[in-house]
């Protein structure tokens, strides 16, 4: 489980961060209409679901609030409650998409906790398949990826904006 988030592959994001302001708040702020760019799945009113752009494996999705905040002590009841809403669906969504047969949810808060934009929180979100794991591919950052994110997107976007949270 140490492995599972892999905040090495964050280090081009805390450059960027560090040169550029926080890459989720740059994504929000960006025009919807050009959401495929960065692979925004969907914008629900608190929250928006994306694609990782250096996922663990295909299907990786993250969801985040606008808000840019580091804790969930700073984060209100309806944005928390959003966010499960938000994840429920990705799991209904991976498991049409994707056939996968459980999944992994969690969130790294805080650098220490190997966080790569530990300013603002985010919950990753991934398929999981029996026999997915390996030694290699957990011991050497080596993962086979069958598919690129347009299609990944493309699987996906429909199914969210078709199922908006209550
Ligand atoms: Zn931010």
């Not at 040169?19 to 495929?36: I, K, L, S, V, Y």
């Not at 914008?43 to 494996?57: E, I, Q």
């Not at 650098?111 to 603002?120: I, T």
Request: aromatic share 12%; with cysteine.
């Amino acid at each position: 489980m140490d492995y599972l988030w892999s905040p090495w592959r964050y280090q081009y994001i805390r450059e960027g961060t560090r040169r550029n302001g926080c890459p989720f708040c740059e994504m929000a702020r960006r025009d919807p209409a050009r959401d495929r760019e960065c692979y925004i799945l969907h914008r629900a009113r608190l929250n928006f679901v994306f694609l990782n752009l250096y996922p663990y494996t295909t299907g990786h999705v993250l969801v985040t609030p606008y808000a840019h905040v580091a804790n969930l002590s700073d984060l209100g009841d309806e944005t928390l409650q959003e966010m499960m809403v938000l994840a429920r669906q990705a799991e209904a969504a991976l498991k049409s998409t994707y056939h996968a047969e459980g999944y992994n949810a969690g969130m790294n808060l805080g650098k220490c906790a190997g966080a790569g934009v530990a300013d603002h929180l985010h919950l990753h979100f991934l398929p999981r398949w029996v026999g997915d794991t390996n030694f290699a591919s957990v011991v050497s950052e080596t993962r086979v990826l069958p598919e690129d994110l347009s299609t990944t997107y493309d699987k996906l976007v429909g199914f969210f904006r078709k199922t908006r949270p209550e």
